[in-house]
Nanobody, 119 residues
C-alpha cells in the first residue's frame, strides 16, 4: 500500500513562506506524476501543482510565480515551496501520487496538512 506523509503546514502571516514536504513509501519514478492539491470546507479539492515523472510542471493559475513544486528522487520526497502567501491560500493541502495502467488511473493521497495564512 502506497503511503504519503505530508509535513510542513502551519500558521503564517500574509506575505510569508512555508515549505510542504511529502515523503512517499515507494520510489517517485514508480509514479507517473506527483502533485499537491488543496481543499477548503464546502469546496471541492483543487489542483495546486503537479510534477510529472519527466520533470514537467503544471500550476494552478493563482499560484504561478509564488509556488514551486520540486522532487528529490533520492529521498522519495516532493516539496511545495510557497512564497508570498495570501489568506486565500488557507486550506488543507494534500499530496497526491498518480499511476496510469492501461486505461486506468490510480490515485494515492496523504492525510493532509493544514496551512493557515493570517491577514
Amino acid at each position: 500500500q502506497v503511503q504519503l506523509v505530508e509535513s510542513g503546514g502551519g500558521l503564517v502571516q500574509a506575505g510569508g513562506s512555508l515549505r510542504l514536504s511529502c515523503a512517499a513509501s515507494e520510489r517517485l519514478f514508480s509514479f507517473d506524476a506527483m502533485g499537491w492539491y488543496r481543499q477548503t470546507p464546502g469546496k471541492q479539492r483543487e489542483l495546486v501543482a503537479t510534477v510529472a515523472r519527466g520533470g514537467s510542471t503544471n500550476y494552478e493559475e493563482s499560484v504561478k510565480g509564488r509556488f514551486t513544486i520540486s522532487r528529490d528522487n533520492a529521498k522519495n520526497t516532493v516539496y511545495l515551496q510557497m512564497n508570498s502567501l495570501k489568506p486565500e491560500d488557507t486550506a488543507v493541502y494534500f499530496c497526491n501520487a498518480r499511476r496510469r495502467s492501461w486505461s486506468r488511473e490510480y490515485d494515492y493521497w496523504g492525510q493532509g496538512t493544514q496551512v493557515t495564512v493570517s491577514s
